[in-house]
């Protein structure tokens, strides 16, 4: 999982307090007064929490593919990514969108949906007459990418 690689490489980073790992059948080094060594990293509490919250997002993410917008967690990790990628980049396009968040279309769309019904996001048109998304109240100095399509 590169979420976990990515943990994995900030624990190995850094830092010089021995200790041993918590896994009794393990003889490894922990870093930075850890509990776990760098092969147990998965079980830090903060590791699970977060493994936890991408199941989570995962299973939400699976519901609304199947029964729609109305499943829809509007303070989930999924919405927060949406609304970031908007604020962050402006108006852009589903297609666009779902390469940024790189979720499936149909989530994406029926996350979208959703959005705009609680009038957060509008639907528009991009110059090449494509169907665009926004945020209604969006504010173009937070943008921190040119727009290129
Ligand atoms: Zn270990």
Do not use: W
Request: charged fraction near 30%; aromatic fraction near 2%; hydrophobic fraction near 35%.
């Amino acid at each position: 999982m590169k979420t976990l690689r990515v943990l994995q490489i900030a624990v190995e980073a850094s830092n010089t307090v021995v200790r041993d790992c918590s896994v009794e059948t393990c003889t490894r080094a922990t870093r930075e007064g850890k509990d776990y060594c760098t092969s147990h990293v998965e079980l830090h509490p903060y590791v699970r929490e977060l493994v936890q919250r991408i199941e989570d997002r995962g299973a939400e993410d699976d519901l609304v593919r199947l029964k729609g917008s109305s499943e829809v967690n509007l303070t989930g990790i999924t919405v927060a990514e949406i609304l970031l990628s908007l604020r962050n980049g402006g108006a852009r396009t589903e297609e666009r969108l779902t390469r940024e968040v790189q979720l499936d279309k149909t989530i994406i769309h029926n996350y979208l949906i959703r959005l705009s019904m609680e009038g957060v996001v509008r639907f528009g048109r991009t110059s090449r007459n494509n169907i665009s998304v926004c945020l209604v109240n969006h504010d173009p100095s937070m943008e921190i990418e040119e727009e290129v399509e």
